[in-house]
T-cell receptor, first 114, second 113 residues
């Protein structure tokens, strides 16, 4: 089956710093990648949709200047949380798909902002 | 905006009991997927249902897609502690957002030994 990886799996940072999370499709070309945020024991909340080579489309209420998304290649998308604050602490999950096929999810990244 | 109502939100049962989780919507979905997620991990796809009225079985799990492709259910027979986890239904849009998944709020299942 298709594999999606995320790096890092856990990150702790100080308030005010920026953190980059990588999402990679290991054995297929991801025409579209999605970034989700998840709070404890809650469902996934879609943050943005990114297509390779174009700007990401953000969901309503998600600050695009705070959550910078880059999808520079068919196997890599990055999410950068800029000037992170404690309220940005969360579980961030990416998924990847090839032309609206099944979405394959990464293992998630736990971000803790002190 | 497409919404998926998932119920119950929490479920705690004893080993050996049966349970059903429901996902309902007023919108039509081109397909509906069920995921299981363990703490600290990403969701793992259990099944995709595509055709109205479709029934799929995965060992002790039975998935149904409503005739109108607006609702779905997951039934677990003789639940085991290993079934514990967060179950998520997600519908794939049939309109302009074909690539997006709409997630239900999830069902946190605990199966006690």
């Amino acid at each position: 089956g298709a594999v999606v990886s995320q790096h890092p799996s856990r990150v702790i940072c100080k308030s005010g710093t920026s953190v980059k999370i990588e999402c990679r499709s290991l054995d297929f070309q991801a025409t579209t990648m999605f970034w989700y945020r998840q709070f404890p024991k809650k469902s996934l909340m879609l943050m943005a949709t990114s297509n390779e080579g174009s700007k990401a489309t953000y969901e309503q209420g998600v600050e695009k200047d705070k959550f910078l998304i880059n999808h520079a290649s068919l196997t890599l998308s990055t999410l950068t949380v800029t000037s992170a604050h404690p309220e940005d602490s969360s579980f961030y999950i990416c998924s990847a798909t090839h032309w609206a096929d099944t979405q394959y999810f990464g293992p998630g990244t736990r971000l803790t902002v002190l | 905006t497409q919404l998926l109502e998932q119920s119950p939100q929490f479920l705690s049962i004893q080993e050996g009991e049966n349970l059903t989780v429901y996902c309902n919507s007023s919108s039509v979905f081109s397909s509906l997927q069920w995921y299981r997620q363990e703490p600290g991990e990403g969701p793992v796809l259990l099944v995709t249902v595509v055709t109205g009225g479709e029934v799929k079985k995965l060992k002790r799990l039975t998935f149904q897609f409503g005739d109108a492709r607006k609702d779905s259910s997951l039934h677990i027979t003789a639940a085991q502690p290993g079934d514990t986890g967060l179950y998520l239904c997600a519908g794939l849009g049939s309109g302009g957002s074909n690539y997006k998944l709409t997630f239900g709020k999830g069902t946190l299942l605990t199966v006690n030994p």
